[in-house]
């Protein structure tokens, strides 16, 4: 098979389409996925550039998610068959022609989706999830904030806060504006121009946001507890803005504030497996009514991935870029 290799540590450049030793499933419950589509995730680019590594026992090949046909499992898999149409949430692997997946992170292709849109959803929602619901309790009636409002994980959850009832205000580029109020943001603000502060603050009559989600980290520390409600809960799943960070800590203790920082690709298999199970529990009736769906900016052959690559990091897309094996 071929997969997308990283030759050396640097740029898109270094992304290689390369035949490669096929997968084979693992003891222990594993199934192999011909790969219909991957996704191209922020950690994916830190990957290339020498600063992610993947976790033991994964594939080297960059990839979060996949979608695909099963075509081979162990003995031991019960709940899947060959000929399954699935996605799946990966510890990496996924720019292949087929990886092998745990069964425990296998999600069905939700009803309504081509098997190649179903790429687009394992990791943004398993991480917003796992952040947003599970993590910072999200309720009904409270105000999300949500840092990268145009990303992949910033338009799933702009829809899923907006499914739960909650008041969404989103930070973007001001030319995706209009796309992501038209995804339920009811707040846009432009980073680049406006301090978020002071507008999250003017659109909650001074109270702040419940819970926010931030891909930025360290440089947005401190102004995110400012911008928190009280009882507020800051959930980091980024540090596009830097590891570390200098705050007040009475300034959190006074709102009564919380803060949680997470990274989903090297949590232990059973975890993200009930992490897998209560995303299909609970997100996939919303994907198959309608209400969250797919932002997928474009689609480029799998071998066309060091393009992928720019064009996320040139962050001019809005949703996902998928990248397609077939």
């Not at 999300?144 to 899923?160: E, K, M, N, Y």
Request: proline share 6%; with cysteine.
């Amino acid at each position: 098979m071929y997969a997308v290799t990283i030759t050396a540590p640097g740029g898109p450049e270094v992304l290689s389409w390369t035949e490669v030793p096929d997968p084979v499933p693992g003891p222990g419950g594993e199934v192999v996925v011909e790969v219909t589509a991957s996704a191209v995730n922020r950690a994916d680019l830190l990957q290339r550039a020498g600063h992610y590594p993947p976790p033991p026992g994964a594939p080297a090949y960059p990839g979060l998610e996949c979608s695909g046909r099963v075509i081979e499992l162990s003995a031991d898999v019960r709940d899947w068959a060959v000929g399954d149409e699935v996605c799946a949430l990966l510890g990496g692997g996924g720019y292949a022609e087929k990886v092998a997946v745990p069964a425990g992170q296998l999600l069905p292709v939700p009803r309504g989706l081509t098997v190649a849109e179903a790429a687009a959803l394992p990791e943004v929602a398993c991480t917003v999830w796992s952040n947003v619901v599970d993590i910072a309790r999200l309720r009904r009636g409270e105000t999300l904030l949500v840092h990268g409002g145009g990303s992949g994980i910033g338009t799933f959850a702009i829809q899923l806060g907006r499914a739960m009832g909650a008041r969404v205000i989103a930070t973007a580029r001001a030319h995706k504006h209009e796309a992501i109020k038209a995804l339920g943001a009811d707040v846009a603000i432009d980073y680049s121009t406006e301090d978020f502060v002071a507008a999250v603050r003017k659109a909650t009559d001074d109270r702040g946001a419940d819970v926010i989600l931030d891909i930025i980290g360290g440089a947005y520390l401190a102004r995110n507890i400012d911008a928190l409600a009280p009882n507020g809960r800051l959930a980091i799943i980024g540090m596009q803005g830097g590891r570390k960070a200098e705050f007040n800590l009475g300034a959190l203790m006074a709102k009564r504030g919380s803060i949680s920082a997470t990274t989903l690709r090297a949590r232990p298999l059973a975890e993200k497996a009930e992490i897998v199970r209560r995303v299909r529990e609970q997100i996939w009736p919303l994907v198959e009514s309608g209400a969250v769906r797919p932002v997928i900016d474009r689609r480029l052959p799998m071998a066309q991935a060091a393009q992928a690559h720019r064009v996320v990091e040139a962050n001019e897309h809005i949703g996902k870029v998928l990248l397609l094996a077939r």
